[in-house]
């Protein structure tokens, strides 16, 4: 199984800060890397698809990168709306879909 | 506008079969790359994919889950059902649907229904 592996597990961070986010996948899953954001008692929001594209209505401080096993999501300059918690997700041949264990940023 | 609302019990006993269903709007399932999947999330945990159905009625499962998990269209066409056998208390979770397009991603969800395993 491929297994996506976050860091750090938890950030604290202030507004204007530039915040970045690493996946690692356990074996290369080309750029089948997505990033997504969720809020407390809301459903997850795509933010970055295929490693670097964002995804539409998304603000442009947020950018990913990576290819192969390591990725990075990049938070340019952290708005108050930004605190959230962020996972990765991979689609590979097996097992298919699977996230990350999420990384929680919260206010410094 | 893409749409996709779940429903279902918010509670059943433990050995029982959840029924999920979600009902979307906005897009077809017939076109190439589409998918529908489901995803939960326990109380404070990560999520984790359960299942999803392709444009061409190809299924593919959790290998964790598979034994106890089956998704199929329903009629009409705009809906697609989860069921679940032999519920237990680690069951207990936020449970989405959403739609996958090509790249894998799921770009659409539901608002999620919370299913409460208990006796």
């Known amino acids: 199984d491929i297994q996506l592996t976050q860091s750090p597990s938890s950030l604290s961070a202030s507004v204007g800060d530039r915040v970045t986010i690493t996946c690692r996948a356990s074996?290369?899953?080309?750029?089948?890397l997505h990033w997504y954001q969720q809020k407390p008692g809301k459903a997850p929001i795509l933010l970055i698809y295929?490693?670097?594209s964002l995804q539409t209505g998304v603000p442009s401080r947020f950018s990913g990168s990576g290819f192969g096993t390591d990725f990075t999501l990049t938070i340019s300059s952290l708005q108050s709306e930004d605190f959230a918690i962020y996972y990765c997700?991979?689609?590979?041949?097996?097992?298919?879909?699977?996230f990350g264990q999420g990384t929680k940023l919260d206010i410094k | 506008q893409i749409t996709l609302n779940e429903s279902g019990p918010t509670q059943v006993k433990p050995t029982q079969t959840l029924t999920l269903t979600c009902t979307f709007s906005?897009?077809?399932?017939?076109?190439?790359?589409?998918?529908v999947g489901w995803i939960r999330q326990p109380p404070g945990k990560a999520l984790e994919w359960l299942a999803l159905?392709?444009?061409?009625?190809?299924?593919r499962y959790s290998p964790s889950l598979k034994s106890r998990l089956t998704i199929t269209r329903a009629t009409p066409r705009n809906q697609v059902v989860l069921t679940m056998t032999n519920m237990d208390p680690v069951d207990t979770a936020t449970y989405y649907c959403?739609?996958?397009?090509?790249?894998?991603?799921?770009?659409?969800w539901g608002q999620g229904t919370p299913v409460t395993v208990s006796s």
């Open positions: 959403a739609k996958r397009t090509v790249a894998g991603q799921f770009d659409y």
């Open positions: 906005g897009f077809s399932l017939s076109s190439s790359g589409m998918g």
């Open positions: 159905i392709y444009w061409d009625d190809e299924k």
């Open positions: 074996q290369t899953i080309n750029n089948f």
């Open positions: 295929s490693a670097s």
């Open positions: 997700q991979q689609y590979s041949d097996w097992p298919l879909y699977s």
